[in-house]
């Protein structure tokens, strides 16, 4: 079974424009969580899609979002780049249990974005 | 929301030496998983303890969960360097369904 995959690895921007990225999850997970890793923050959560709806969002300004396709491919966009903003950026998806706690999440290898 | 806190943030040992790295709560939770993440790697998951005084063991690694369900505990005995990397609790509670990590414990191991 193909890992979770995440497009482009590396992405180099300049403050003030706008970045998407890309992530696959594992065939047959609808679970996608996005996060952000920092030296300085460490792992913190985004948001959550499930069923092309997001369930869950953490504690990041509206200049982050994301969305869910049909096929539960998930997109995260970042608008006006910030310095703060260079982190690497992490997918992972999962099995999702209706009522049930959070199974294990499934990481991709991230995508390096660097803001200039 | 719930926060983790994870001590000790580096430790460095000999191989062959043992291992801890610590989770602690003030709240009450849920389950907690384990995670490695090898240098420039992403995280992988390790284990889920979802039981009051929960032991689980992986080989060489021993996960425990405390009686009150508030703090964790990942054990290594006699360290190898592919033991090398950064471990990460995360913790869960209620129905929030995201994840909160601990800012992990970075594992060095000389040779």
């Known amino acids: 079974k193909a890992g979770v995959t995440q497009t482009p690895r590396y992405l180099i921007k300049t403050r003030g424009q706008q970045v998407t990225l890309s992530c696959s999850p594992i065939?047959?997970?609808?679970?996608v969580s996005w996060y952000q890793q920092t030296p300085g923050q460490g792992l913190q959560f985004l948001f959550e899609?499930?069923?092309?709806?997001?369930?869950n969002k953490g504690n990041f300004p509206g200049r982050f979002s994301g969305r869910q396709f049909s096929n539960s491919r998930s997109e995260m966009n970042v608008s006006t780049l910030e310095l703060g903003d260079s982190a690497l950026y992490l997918c992972?998806?999962?099995?999702?249990?209706?009522?049930?706690?959070?199974?294990?999440?499934?990481f991709g290898p991230g995508t390096r974005l660097t803001v200039l | 929301g719930q926060q983790v806190m994870q001590i000790p943030q580096y430790q460095h040992v000999q191989e062959g030496e043992d291992f801890t790295t610590y989770c602690n709560s003030s709240?009450?939770?849920?389950?907690i998983q384990w995670y490695k993440q090898r240098p420039g790697g992403h995280p992988v998951f390790l284990i889920q303890?979802?039981?009051?005084?929960e032991v689980k063991k992986q080989k060489r690694l021993t996960f425990q969960f405390g009686e009150a369900k508030k703090n964790s505990s990942l054990h290594i005995t006699a360290t190898q360097t592919t033991d090398v990397g950064t471990y990460f609790c995360?913790?869960?509670?209620?129905?929030?369904?995201?994840?909160?990590f601990g800012s992990g414990t970075q594992l060095t191991v000389l040779p």
């Open positions: 992972a998806s999962s099995l999702r249990v209706a009522g049930g706690m959070y199974n294990e999440q499934f």
């Open positions: 065939s047959g997970h609808r679970s």
């Open positions: 899609y499930f069923s092309e709806t997001q369930r």
């Open positions: 709240t009450t939770l849920s389950n």
């Open positions: 303890l979802v039981k009051s005084g």
């Open positions: 995360a913790i869960s509670s209620g129905s929030a369904r995201q994840l909160t």
